[in-house]
């Protein structure tokens, strides 16, 4: 297998604001069923790796500190951390780029999105970061938004209704600094259909209410 092309840290020990959260996520389970905020502490620990370092990822030194403070054998939290994609084990671009391909985001033109994310980032393939440490591509399974596909997922953000003109004012906004708010690109309200809702579009009462 081939070594990784990163250094994992040496150390790795919750800050204040961590540690805090932690404890206000393990006090809504039962004694001795704290290893249940394994997943919502190995968040904790990717959002500290990214304000510390720009880089939201989870190195095996945050996995043995959740595991301690969790009291689980740390190979228990290896295998969630591995198992589940919202979890980076290697450093990332300051942007994920997560890119649905799946039926519903295919049929409605993800190829032309993977393409111009592509452009305009220079990314060749997937798990891969540009050259400006800004942006990784991530090819991920359906994130549920399937109604306005085709969706590119920002970090923790969807943009929906996606092509490549507006993949490229995307790109060029998060270049600046200046993520615009996430949701329909194309200024669909919710799910509703474009346009705008063709049913229930008034209030009505029955008699008497």
Avoid at 67 to 84: C, D, K, S
Avoid at 115 to 130: H, L, M, N, P, V
Avoid at 162 to 177: F, S, Y
Wanted: aromatic fraction near 8%; charged fraction near 20%; proline fraction near 8%.
């Amino acid at each position: 297998m081939a070594e990784p092309d990163f250094e994992q840290p040496a150390h790795f020990a919750f800050d204040a604001e961590s540690g805090a959260e932690i404890a206000h996520i393990v006090a809504k389970y039962p004694v001795g069923r704290q290893a249940s905020a394994v997943i919502p502490a190995l968040y904790v620990a990717q959002r500290q790796m990214k304000r510390q370092t720009g880089s939201a990822w989870v190195p095996v030194k945050a996995m043995d500190a959740v595991a301690e403070r969790l009291g689980m054998a740390p190979i228990r939290v290896y295998e969630v951390t591995t198992f589940y994609f919202m979890f980076n084990t290697a450093p990332i671009g300051k942007y994920h780029l997560q890119l649905c391909t799946t039926t519903p985001c295919w049929l409605r033109g993800s190829d032309e999105v993977v393409r111009a994310c592509r452009d305009a980032t220079g990314i060749k393939g997937w798990k891969e970061t540009s050259a400006d440490g800004l942006f990784t591509m991530t090819e991920v399974e359906c994130v549920g938004a399937c109604v306005n596909a085709p969706i590119l997922q920002v970090d923790d953000d969807f943009y929906e209704d996606m092509d490549a003109e507006k993949v490229k004012t995307l790109i060029a906004a998060l270049r600046e600094g200046k993520p615009p708010p996430p949701g329909s690109m194309i200024g669909r309200q919710t799910s509703a259909p474009e346009g705008g809702p063709t049913t229930l579009t008034t209030l009505q009462f029955a008699p008497g209410t």
